[in-house]
Structures are given as C-alpha cells and as structure tokens.
C-alpha cells in the first residue's frame, strides 16, 4: 500500500543547531514534493517545492533534499530559532494535470529550545 | 497575498443535521480543495474544483458533497453529520497551473455531538 512516513516523535533541538527532519514514502512516484509548515490551531503554510530531477533546493535558512532511489527527502533547518518551532509536512505530487493534488504525511513537530 | 477564508473557526453540530462550511478565495484561482485533518492520519483530501460547478472525489468523499456556484466560493457539506465527522476542515486554493503551492484557510474545528 502506499504510505508517506514522516517521524511522528517530536524533535527537539537547542537553538542554533540544525534541524533534519524526514519524510520517506513507498508505492508512489511523486513528480513533485513539497514541505509545509503548520503552527497550532492553524492552517499549513508553504515553504519549499522540490522536482524529481532536482536534488537540492534552498531558501534561506532551509534546505530540501530529493532522493528518488532512496524514495526520501529531508529538511533541514540551518541556525533553528525558538520561532522556527512548529509542525512540519511532506506532501506528494505524483500526476499531471492543473490541480495540486497532494498527499499529506502525518507531520513532524519541531521543538527549538534555548 | 492570497487570502482563503473559512467561515467559522470552530462548530458543534448535533449528529444528523446538515452543515455547510463555506471558504471564499480572493485571487480568482482555479483550484479550490477541501481537506480533513486528524491525528496520527495527517491532511485527506475530499473533494476539489477545478471550475465553477466542477467537481472531482478526492480520497475520502464518502459522507461529503461540494458545491461551487461562484469562482471564489466552495463549500463543503454534510448531509446527515455524524460524530465520525469531527474533525479540522481545511479549504485551499492552488492558481491552477499544476504543480504549485496550495494556500490553505485557518480551518474549522468542528465537533459533531
């Protein structure tokens, strides 16, 4: 069956280290991946879309890599701030058409501390 | 910047009545989605519309209609709730290109009693 893991234990680090957080899937073949951050009580906010044939994006502090042998991405979160404490989601993309239709992992929280 | 709006942030409803959630996007984008959220079961799609008076089953459908009369205006409805039901609703919008960012609504929490 199709399954997207994304750790479901809390991550906690100390502020200024970097925060790698994993999003593995089997039985899919996503074209696109995207990662979403989502604050409490909240809906989830975009952060980064990566391609199949891309291994690497980056933006500012944060760092999306696309492993389609290894069926992985990671984030990393480089210098984590108390601020960047939040819910972290991997979403899929596998077809074509116009619409985005993703499937979501469960989310990692993340818990920067001082 | 975009902005999706979901009419209540929270809601109970009693087992059996039908209730409407409603969004409203305000940059004209093609695409509109409903997703539920619960824990340990991440964000299921619904339903989506990729036009006015268009509309196409997402993963979880069953218990659900939509309607989208207007572009910027989809709204979610359950026929009989049911306490299975309780859970966060969550409206986005994509700009109907493929293979974008979706912009999600704040959500409603809504309790079926």
């Known amino acids: 069956s199709q399954k997207i893991e994304q750790n479901s234990e809390a991550l906690n680090i100390q502020e200024g280290k970097t925060a790698t957080l994993t999003c593995n899937y089997t039985n899919y073949s996503p074209a696109y991946l995207q990662w979403y951050r989502q604050d409490p009580g909240r809906g989830p906010v975009f952060l980064l879309l990566i391609r199949e044939n891309e291994k690497e994006k980056r933006k500012e502090r944060l760092k999306v890599t696309f492993d389609t042998t290894l069926k992985q991405s990671l984030f990393h979160i480089t210098a984590s701030q108390p601020a960047d404490s939040a819910t972290y989601l991997c979403?899929?993309?596998?077809?074509?058409?116009?619409?985005?239709?993703?499937?979501f992992g469960t989310g990692t929280r993340l818990q920067v501390t001082l | 910047d975009v902005k999706v709006t979901q009419s209540s942030r929270y809601l109970v409803k009693r087992t059996g009545e039908k209730v409407f959630l409603e969004c409203v996007q305000d940059?004209?984008?093609?695409?509109m989605f409903w997703y539920r959220q619960d824990p340990g079961l991440g964000l299921r799609l619904i339903y989506f519309?990729?036009?006015?008076?268009?509309?196409e089953k997402g993963d979880i459908p069953e218990g659900y209609s939509v309607s989208r009369e207007k572009k910027e205006r989809f709204s979610l409805i359950l026929e009989s709730a049911s306490t299975n039901q309780t859970s966060m609703y969550l409206c986005?919008?994509?700009?109907?290109?493929?293979?974008?960012?979706?912009?999600f609504g704040s959500g409603t929490q809504l309790s079926v009693l």
């Open positions: 986005a919008t994509d700009g109907g290109q493929g293979h974008e960012k979706l912009f």
């Open positions: 519309s990729y036009d006015v008076k268009m509309k």
């Open positions: 940059m004209d984008h093609e695409n």
């Open positions: 979403a899929l993309e596998e077809g074509a058409g116009t619409a985005s239709k993703l499937t």
